[in-house]
């Protein structure tokens, strides 16, 4: 088996799944990892060797794998997940319609300005960002509407209602199945909650939005609802 961990197309673990939805190899991860450690000043370690067994579950000879506590923290920071869901075996709904992952996204709106939070890039190991809209994995068992609230709040300390779900498309750049969730702002000051995933957090109005996201790759219902179909 090679360093992509493609034995099994389903993943062994949440947390092989996981890196596979952010298109990393084994050693490509564990690189980015050193790296998240360093920049958050964190003491946990990852070498390819040790992901390679926590991916797999345990050793082949049945035995579970040791997790030193600062590289639970680590992945826990990373992923946003506790050490015992990583490294559980993947859930039949996560996997269905052939992809890994389902996400909320929310679109909030307050007046004429939306909500966006400034996303570290998972795909480089320097300052690059990308700025989006704030979103959340929604697990078995939770409704995207109630995940949009909740990661909203804990990204950018923002409260919002649900108006309605826009729709929902597999991601053409993640591959991910995204369900899109239009809400309103209800109180709070945006700020960055979310400093290992999030480098900055600010409303902007509606038609600056193009100048951050392009407007090909907003989901085009989004641009309906915030009325900037024609724009």
Same mark, same amino acid.
């Given at each position: 088996?090679?360093?992509?961990?493609?034995?099994?197309?389903?993943?062994?673990?949440?947390?092989?799944?996981?890196?596979?939805?952010?298109?990393?190899?084994?050693?490509?991860?564990?690189?980015?990892?050193?790296?998240?450690?360093?920049?958050?000043?964190?003491?946990?370690?990852?070498?390819?060797?040790?992901?390679?067994?926590?991916?797999?579950?345990?050793?082949?000879?049945?035995?579970?794998?040791?997790?030193?506590?600062?590289?639970?923290?680590?992945?826990?920071?990373?992923?946003?997940?506790?050490?015992?869901?990583?490294?559980?075996?993947?859930?039949?709904?996560?996997?269905? *319609?052939?992809?890994?992952?389902? @996400? +909320?996204?929310?679109?909030? !709106?307050?007046?004429? &300005? #939306?909500?966006? %939070?400034? =996303?570290?890039?998972?795909?480089?190991?320097?300052?690059?960002?990308?700025?989006?809209?704030?979103?959340?994995?929604?697990?078995? *068992?939770?409704?995207?509407?109630? @995940? +949009?609230?909740?990661?909203? !709040?804990?990204?950018? &300390? #923002?409260?919002? %209602?649900? =108006?309605?779900?826009?729709?929902?498309?597999?991601?053409?750049?993640?591959?991910?199945?995204?369900?899109?969730?239009?809400?309103?702002?209800?109180?709070?000051?945006?700020?960055?909650?979310?400093?290992?995933?999030?480098?900055?957090?600010?409303?902007?109005?509606?038609?600056?939005?193009?100048?951050?996201?392009?407007?090909?790759?907003?989901?085009?219902?989004?641009?309906?609802?915030?009325?900037?179909?024609?724009?």
């Amino acid at each position: 088996m090679d360093g992509t961990g493609t034995a099994n197309s389903l993943g062994r673990t949440v947390l092989e799944q996981q890196i596979r939805a952010r298109r990393m190899t084994f050693e490509e991860f564990a690189e980015y990892a050193e790296q998240f450690s360093r920049e958050h000043q964190q003491s946990g370690t990852l070498s390819v060797r040790n992901l390679q067994r926590l991916v797999a579950g345990g050793y082949k000879d049945g035995r579970p794998v040791r997790v030193l506590p600062a590289t639970a923290r680590l992945l826990e920071s990373i992923f946003r997940m506790n050490i015992e869901d990583l490294l559980s075996p993947p859930i039949p709904e996560q996997l269905s *319609g052939g992809h890994a992952l389902r @996400v +909320a996204i929310a679109v909030v !709106l307050k007046a004429a &300005d #939306v909500l966006l %939070v400034r =996303r570290r890039s998972n795909s480089g190991f320097g300052v690059e960002t990308a700025w989006q809209f704030p979103a959340g994995m929604v697990k078995p *068992g939770a409704t995207s509407e109630v @995940v +949009a609230v909740r990661e909203t !709040l804990g990204e950018t &300390d #923002v409260q919002c %209602v649900v =108006r309605g779900l826009l729709g929902s498309r597999l991601h053409p750049a993640t591959n991910v199945m995204c369900d899109y969730v239009l809400c309103d702002y209800v109180g709070g000051v945006a700020k960055n909650v979310d400093v290992y995933e999030n480098v900055d957090v600010a409303w902007v109005s509606k038609v600056e939005l193009a100048r951050l996201i392009p407007a090909g790759r907003i989901y085009p219902p989004v641009l309906d609802a915030l009325e900037l179909s024609n724009v």
